[in-house]
């Protein structure tokens, strides 16, 4: 069922229907979530409050963009506001993570996993942001402009500063990725 029916159908008390949006979303948005906090327990919580945040801002929500960038901006303040109280150690990748096979998403894959969850992890947030909903979630750059809520420029200059800083550290990964 198309998310738009679903949200008219949950305004209208339709328990239900909220049940099929987080069967329907669950997994992305938990990817998301435990490839920034890099725990398992944490991301399902972090998922959990995503959902519970959707549930008092449903009724606030217009049909006017993608549902999808709509709770994925949500689960981009869920993250933000955990990491505003503790900053992650870590950002853990699985080899079945990528989405996209490009030209940089590729260059990740022959590199080993550790070592882009390593290098991953040392980003700005808003660099690792960008990478992670391009290259994991295979975003275009408008959709990570409107979760992020930043111009299309400035999600453009992220991803490719992100990206500038993941290949110098991924680089510099004999040396102990000093700087």
């Not at 906090?37 to 049909?63: H, K, M, N, P």
Request: proline share 2%.
């Amino acid at each position: 069922m198309e998310d738009a029916i679903l949200i008219r159908r949950i305004k209208q008390g339709d328990e239900s229907a909220f049940g099929a949006l987080v069967r329907r979303h669950y997994r992305n948005i938990y990817a998301f979530c435990y490839r920034r906090c890099g725990d398992a327990a944490l991301a399902a919580d972090l998922t959990q409050e995503v959902f519970l945040r959707l549930v008092t801002a449903v009724g606030r929500y217009s049909v006017t963009g993608k549902f999808t960038n709509y709770l994925f901006t949500i689960a981009v303040n869920v993250c933000n506001d955990h990491y505003r109280r503790k900053k992650p150690e870590s950002v853990p990748l699985t080899e079945d993570t990528a989405v996209s096979d490009g030209a940089e998403t590729q260059a990740l894959k022959n590199d080993s996993v550790e070592n882009i969850r390593r290098a991953l992890a040392l980003l700005p947030d808003e660099q690792r942001d960008a990478v992670i909903l391009r290259y994991w979630h295979d975003m275009k750059l408008r959709d990570i402009a409107a979760v992020t809520g930043v111009s299309t420029a400035t999600a453009k200059s992220r991803l490719r500063l992100g990206m500038e800083k993941l290949r110098r550290l991924l680089e510099s990964e004999g040396e102990g990725y000093g700087y």
